[in-house]
């Protein structure tokens, strides 16, 4: 199942929930739906660093490009683990 038909999936889960049901279930999937995009837009971002990467011709700057990403890697996954 890709991506999307769990995105799909789940919100006919949330469609089909009664108006009263349980906001923790609410809550809970609408941070799984929240995921599954900020997913695709991290494997989007990784895929264009990629290229330009390998377009990078001068070891220096190869190494401060890569010094770059880590960083924003290391925030990424601390912003992530607060959520």
């Known amino acids: 199942m890709t ?3 769990h995105k799909e999936h789940l919100l ?3 469609d ?10 609410r809550d809970s999937l609408s941070y799984a739906i929240k995921a599954l995009e900020q997913m695709d837009k ?3 971002l990784g895929d264009e660093l990629r ?7 001068n070891e220096v700057a190869l190494i401060g490009f890569n010094m770059a990403v ?3 890697n290391k925030y990424l ?3 992530e683990d607060k959520e």
């Open 42 to 44: 991290i494997k989007a």
């Open 16 to 25: 089909s929930m009664p108006d009263d049901a349980c906001g923790d279930w």
């Open 77 to 79: 996954g601390e912003s």
């Open 51 to 57: 290229i330009y990467q390998k377009a990078i011709t």
């Open 12 to 14: 006919a889960i949330m």
């Open 3 to 5: 991506r999307e038909e």
């Open 70 to 72: 880590a960083i924003c």
